[in-house]
């Protein structure tokens, strides 16, 4: 089972002008990867005070920490006007990002390689291979950070190459790249 997280980069913005029964108002979701969603509504034109209904008990003009779903929006103005709006937040799996350099030096500061949110892939499998494509290092399933040695002997400082398969029995979806060693 995948964990997904939800949006660090702005994958969606939507923006819609809604008029209905003389209530101009503008809508706007943002879904950032790794955070959870927010929408919010802006009235235009319309009797104050305006009050807000959102599907999830919200009464202010905007909402944050939506998970993925179906919500909804209902607008009135002072003057019995009003408008609902529907919308839906998608799910957004958040990737690993792996560092590209450590220093097992000893100094207790950066000793490791780190891939941060690898947790959300439990059936990773990963491989590091030398310039010459030996394979150096592997796991599967539980990340350990690793320390920079194979078959318990440090690697010399140089970059390693990684695949990074987020779920083993399906080789379609991976990251690759390098890794640096740095002493």
């Known amino acids: 089972m995948i964990k997904i997280s939800y949006i660090v980069i702005i994958l ?6 809604l008029k209905a029964q003389n209530l101009l108002v503008n809508f706007s979701k943002t879904e950032r990867a790794c955070e959870l969603a927010r929408a919010s509504v802006n009235v235009i034109s319309g009797a104050t005070p305006v009050h807000f209904e959102w599907s999830n ?3 202010s003009n905007n909402v944050d920490q939506l998970e993925p779903g179906d919500y909804s ?3 009135k103005a002072d003057n019995n006007k009003d408008t609902t709006i529907y919308f ?3 799910t957004v799996i958040c990737e690993p990002y792996p560092d590209d350099h450590f220093t ?12 941060g949110r690898l947790e959300n892939f439990p059936e990773f499998e990963l491989f590091v291979y030398n310039r010459w494509g030996q394979l150096v290092h592997h796991q599967v399933n539980v990340y350990m950070p690793w320390d920079g040695r194979s078959l318990g002997l ?3 400082d140089a970059t390693y190459y990684y695949i990074l398969y987020l779920e083993k029995s399906n080789k379609k979806n991976f990251i690759k790249g390098g890794i640096s060693i740095i002493r």
């Open 12 to 17: 969606s913005l939507t923006f819609a002008k």
């Open 57 to 59: 008990g919200s009464i």
């Open 73 to 75: 929006v209902y607008v």
């Open 88 to 90: 839906r937040i998608e």
């Open 104 to 115: 097992p030096n000893g100094d207790d500061f950066n000793d490791t390689w780190s891939i």
């Open 154 to 156: 440090p690697l010399p």
